[in-house]
């Protein structure tokens, strides 16, 4: 019952703060998405030459209730709606023994209307912040995941202090250790800084040997899937246990797994599409293992199972999501 209320006061409310909201603010918005900002951030990235990376510390737990209620209410004078939203956030939490903690900072976890409120917080706390005191410093934003391209490291630091002071007034507090200013080195800046890459959005953002303009190769400053988001897809297709499935067809783990791996590629193959391919040839390490478990006559011969499957990758290459990829087809 409460999600569905929850659901009717973010129906109420979202029509009204939409609006007013920053152009690359990306978070939990219609229209926007991940892989946009991740577009907006390549394009910047190319330039300017400095990048400050932002993690705010532990913000969902964080989020101040008076300020935030301030911020409803400039946007509704309907009474129910703050009514309601207070309820949800001062509403004790339980723990995992079945005792429950007063709630006096951030906002309900896994609550529908949750990513609204935190938009709606760090849109005052930010967003608003960063055009009327650094309207040149251009920023991509998603939910508590930003970063701000500066033109110099003195400009980079600047506003790292700037913004300590200003998140500091919101109750926040940027996290000392990962948050970072990061030089965006590729052939046309050269010089020597320790910190030349960053994470944003499941991507890492370095230096990489690139096809430039008349075909020439050099290095730009781009973006491919990070390391950690590789692990988790890791972690996940082991979580499939592939190869004890031996009562499925390789057309039923097909039908099983496609929208999952073809999800994977839509996002992190976007940009540097490459570097997703070593994770999606484990994929096939794994169905190689059920083939070789399946059938009798691969049993004891595992490279007559991979044989195997890549015959068959060849002869349907449109099974798998992956295949037509990785045979050069997609």
């Known amino acids: 019952m409460e999600i569905w209320?929850?659901?009717?006061?973010?129906?109420?409310?979202?029509?009204?703060?939409?609006?007013?909201?920053?152009?690359?603010?990306?978070?939990?918005?219609?229209?926007?998405?991940?892989?946009?900002?991740v577009g907006v951030a390549r394009q910047r990235c190319w330039r300017s030459a400095w990048v400050l990376d932002l993690d705010i510390k532990a913000f969902f737990d964080s989020i101040d209730h008076a300020l935030l209620m301030r911020a409803v209410r400039k946007h509704t004078d309907c009474p129910w709606v703050p009514l309601y939203i207070e309820r949800w956030l001062t509403a004790p939490m339980q723990k995992a023994d079945g005792g429950l903690v007063a709630r006096e900072r951030g906002t309900p976890q896994g609550g529908v209307i949750s990513p609204l409120l935190a938009n709606l917080f760090l849109h005052y706390g930010f967003d608003a912040w960063m055009r009327r005191n650094h309207p040149d410093i251009p920023f991509e934003r998603y939910a508590d995941d930003a970063i701000c391209h500066c033109q110099s490291e003195q400009q980079a630091r600047t506003l790292r202090a700037a913004l300590e002071q200003r998140l500091a007034e919101c109750g926040l507090t940027l996290h000392p250790d990962k948050t970072q200013?990061?030089?965006?080195?590729?052939?046309?800046?050269?010089?020597?800084?320790?910190?030349?890459?960053f994470d944003f959005l499941g991507y890492t953002f370095r230096p990489r040997l690139a096809r430039?303009?008349?075909?020439?190769?050099?290095?730009?400053?781009?973006?491919?899937?990070?390391?950690?988001?590789?692990?988790?897809?890791?972690r996940e297709v082991r979580s499939w246990n592939l190869p004890r499935r031996s009562d499925k067809s390789l057309d039923d783990l097909a039908r099983m797994f496609n929208p999952v791996i073809r999800g994977w590629i839509n996002y992190y193959g976007h940009y540097y599409k490459s570097a997703l391919y070593p994770t999606l040839r484990h994929i096939d390490a794994k169905l190689a293992r059920w083939a070789f478990w399946k059938y009798k006559s691969l049993r004891g011969h595992r490279r007559r199972a991979r044989h195997w499957l890549d015959r068959a990758a060849r002869r349907q290459s449109g099974l798998f999501a992956h295949w037509a990829l990785l045979q050069g087809r997609g």
Do not use: T, W
Not at 29 to 37: V, Y
Not at 181 to 197: E, L, M, Q, S, T
Not at 218 to 230: R, Y
């Open 5 to 37: 209320a929850q659901m009717v006061v973010k129906r109420f409310l979202e029509p009204l703060v939409e609006p007013k909201f920053h152009h690359d603010s990306y978070g939990y918005r219609p229209g926007k998405s991940a892989i946009e900002a």
């Open 181 to 197: 200013i990061v030089y965006c080195k590729d052939d046309d800046r050269r010089g020597d800084y320790p910190n030349r890459n």
């Open 212 to 234: 430039r303009r008349q075909g020439r190769i050099g290095v730009s400053f781009s973006p491919a899937v990070s390391n950690k988001a590789l692990k988790a897809v890791r």
